[in-house]
């Protein structure tokens, strides 16, 4: 097999695990609130390949190879429930935090602060309304 195809079906199998199911889990429900699990993906790749000529008692060849690593991480997860939309992030201890995992770590606070604000809008929609 050649390093283009080792390239492309590494790759291909790469894309079958980084998808947005991956990162955005199949919901379940329990009890009546949707859980939605929110994942982190990290991977790594690499690739390489040369031919060489030797002594025509040895001959000349051909190498190549290709190797990939990934993880999947749960980082958080969504509830939806009569109440309305929460996100709670999954505490991990003892990691280096990246510019990634602080935004990540802030955005279950953004997205409920938000949803607090459209609750709100809403609410005073209605009292409009009723006037």
């Known amino acids: 097999m050649d390093v283009e195809k080792i390239i492309k079906t590494t790759t291909e199998e790469l894309e079958k695990l980084v998808s947005t199911e ?6 379940q429900v329990i009890e009546g609130t949707t859980l939605i699990p929110v994942n982190k993906i990290s991977f790594g790749f690499g690739a390489g390949g040369g031919t060489g000529t030797g002594k025509e008692k ?12 990934a993880g999947v991480e749960p980082v958080a997860f969504i509830a939806v429930d009569k109440n309305g939309v929460k996100v709670y992030q999954l505490k991990h201890k003892g990691t280096v935090s990246t510019a990634m995992d602080i935004i990540a770590e802030k955005c279950p606070e953004i997205i409920n602060k938000g949803m607090d ?6 609410e005073k929609k209605e009292e409009e309304k009723k006037k």
């Open 58 to 69: 040895e001959g000349s060849g051909e190498g190549g190879g290709c190797g990939a690593g």
């Open 22 to 27: 991956t990162v955005v889990g199949k919901p």
């Open 117 to 122: 604000v459209i609750t709100k809008i809403k």
